[in-house]
Every structure is written in C-alpha cells, then in structure tokens.
Nanobody
C-alpha cells in the first residue's frame, strides 16, 4: 500500500516555472515506477511523464517534452515534476501515480496502468 500526497501547485503567469512534489508513504518506494498525469476541466486525465525506480528511464508527453522534467529521490520517497516555460494550456489538476514495478512498459501512458494515486494539486497558468 502506498499513499501519495502532491504539493507545489499554484497560480503563475505564462513563462514561469513550478516544481511539483509527490511524497510517498511506505518503505517500498523504490519498487514503483512513478508517473504524473493531469486533468483539465471537461477533459480526460492525460499522461504527462513517467520515471523508473532508478530514474535512469523517463518518458514524456509530446506536449511537455523539453519543458518538464520528472525526477525522484528514493531516499526521500519523493518524485518531482519541474515545469518550465509554463503555458495557459498547462492549467490542470496534476496527479502523481505509482505503478508496482521498477520499470515501465506497454501502456504506461494510460491511467489504468497505475495502482495508486494522489489527491492532486491545482496548477493555473494565466496568460
């Protein structure tokens, strides 16, 4: 069982940066691949980024590639999402998710792939 708590969201202007954090409970954090998703009003939850347990492997949605960076600190049981050059279309509730498995493959961009979810943190980017 893993509990996830996101933080770091807020209201920023276009072009600004934010860093989201997701703190995980439990002693087996390094057994999970971790992902970030987001959901804008009226839209489905969409994949943003994923990182393997070792942080050697990462992948990103095309819409954030080059602007967002996912990372993790297994000693702190925390995964991060550094978001730079934010755009109004990045406005959404951001969720972190845990997949039981040290790496990821196949349908890792689908929400059903993940076993545990946080409650989300709101990111609003004004133009």
């Amino acid at each position: 069982q893993v509990q996830l708590v996101e933080s770091g969201g807020g209201l920023v202007q276009a072009g600004d940066s934010l860093r989201l954090s997701c703190a995980a409970s439990g002693r087996t954090f390094n057994s999970y691949a971790m992902g970030w998703f987001r959901q804008a009003p009226g839209k489905e939850r969409e994949f943003v980024a994923v990182v393997s347990w070792s942080a050697i492997s990462t992948d990103y949605a095309d819409s954030v590639k080059g602007r967002f960076t996912i990372s993790r600190d297994n000693a702190k049981n925390t995964v991060y999402l550094q978001m730079n050059s934010l755009k109004p279309e990045d406005t959404a509730v951001y969720y972190c998710a845990a997949h039981l498995g040290r790496t990821y493959s196949g349908n890792y961009y689908l929400a059903d792939y993940y076993n545990y979810w946080g409650q989300g943190t709101q990111v609003t980017v004004s133009s």
